[in-house]
């Protein structure tokens, strides 16, 4: 949140929010506020479209050019994305929707955009081309803004809310939120994977996980001065008896 993203010639705006899916908690859309260079617009682009992120400068490198982003299809970002406006920006750009595949990469790690027009003319006159087999209804985006300060319950008792996640920048999976746990284990966080939830309320902005309190509390602790790496990863889920991903 908040990394400039550069175009092949020239900036074009900050990550304003990330979108990501439901069911897998991946990260599917970067929202970039495109600033006073578009009036203000905000525009999607997918994270395959970014190359490493660049800590040291906050920085996202994309594989398009300022005009390609200035032409690409509009998309009210505040209101629910729908599967075919996904489908309009992955055709713009002539990548393949992440519910088909991925995009074809470079060697550089960054896909490499077919011309609009190229892309435009070979699915003219067909929306299921675009889509496949994908509904064309809301594909259960959430937005990582929206999902900040939703409460969590643990199976004994609230435990806090979310503060922020943890994204795996290989994958762009949210692998863990933070809670904050003030009003229950003052001056502690903790990590909660999406591994343990039970059920989540979308409408009143709950989670609920099979964790118990004193569960959370016996965890591997979560220092966030550290970085999460692969030892303490390995811990965590040998503690919750989690499967590990990275194998």
């Known amino acids: 949140m908040g990394y400039m993203i550069a175009a092949?010639?020239?900036?074009?705006?900050t990550v304003d929010d990330l979108l990501f899916d439901d069911h897998d908690w991946t990260i599917r859309w970067l929202v970039v506020d495109t600033g006073t260079w578009?009036?203000?617009?905000?525009?999607?682009?997918?994270?395959?479209a970014c190359g490493e992120p660049l800590a040291a400068t906050r920085e996202l490198r994309v594989n398009v050019t300022r005009q390609m982003v200035e032409e690409s299809p509009s998309i009210d970002t505040d209101a629910p994305v729908s599967r075919l406006q996904e489908s309009d920006v992955f055709g713009y750009y002539g990548?393949?929707?992440?519910?088909?595949?991925?995009?074809?990469?470079t060697a550089a790690g960054m896909p490499n955009p077919v011309p609009?027009?190229?892309a435009v003319g070979s699915l003219e006159g067909s929306d299921d081309a675009i889509?496949?087999?994908?509904p064309r209804g809301d594909p259960n985006l959430r937005s990582v803004s929206e999902v900040t300060g939703y409460y969590i319950h643990a199976s004994d008792g609230d435990i806090g809310h979310v503060e922020d996640f943890l994204l795996d920048a290989d994958s762009w999976a949210l692998r863990?939120?933070?809670v904050d746990t003030k009003n229950w284990w003052p001056g502690k966080k903790t990590l909660v994977s999406p591994k343990s939830f039970r059920r989540v309320n979308w409408n009143d902005g709950t989670v609920s996980t099979s964790l118990t309190k004193d569960g959370i509390k016996s965890a591997p602790e979560y220092d966030p001065a550290q970085t999460v790496?692969?030892?303490?990863?390995e811990r965590y889920?040998?503690?919750?008896?989690?499967?590990?991903y990275w194998i």
Do not use: N
Not at 229 to 233: H, K, L, S, V
């Open 38 to 48: 578009l009036s203000g617009r905000k525009v999607l682009l997918p994270p395959e």
């Open 8 to 13: 092949t010639d020239g900036e074009i705006g």
């Open 237 to 244: 889920h040998d503690y919750y008896g989690y499967p590990a």
């Open 176 to 178: 863990y939120l933070i």
């Open 116 to 118: 609009p027009e190229s």
């Open 131 to 134: 889509a496949g087999a994908a």
């Open 95 to 105: 990548w393949e929707p992440y519910w088909l595949g991925y995009p074809y990469a």
């Open 229 to 233: 790496d692969r030892a303490y990863e």
